[in-house]
């Protein structure tokens, strides 16, 4: 099996999502930026308007526009804390 990364999506009022992924893709200020596991600890300001997108195994995707907030990386996973977080309409691939 491939390994995972464990991510949380938590916006101001309420933890959004949780769970396993492949990939986490978010824009920071500093440009789109893409997570695998293993990825160096790092902390990114979030880029407005923003989308973040959590690759699944398999192939399916969650993504939510996010508006403000922050991307932390460690060794735990991926942490994304947003002032709010929209879903996006399920996109077929």
């Not at 933890?15 to 200020?29: D, F, I, L, Q, Y």
């Not at 991307?71 to 947003?82: C, F, I, P």
Request: aromatic content about 4%; overall charge negative.
């Amino acid at each position: 099996m491939a390994q995972q990364l464990h991510v949380e999506l938590v916006a101001v009022e309420e933890k959004v999502w949780s769970g396993e992924a492949e990939m986490v893709v978010a824009r920071t200020t500093e440009g789109e930026l893409a997570v695998l596991p293993g990825h160096a600890p790092l902390l990114g300001q979030l880029a407005e308007p923003g989308q973040v997108r959590i690759k699944l195994a398999g192939g399916e995707q969650v993504a939510y526009e996010v508006a403000g907030g922050f991307l932390s990386v460690s060794a735990q996973g991926v942490t994304v804390l947003a002032e709010s977080a929209t879903p996006v309409s399920a996109q077929s691939r």
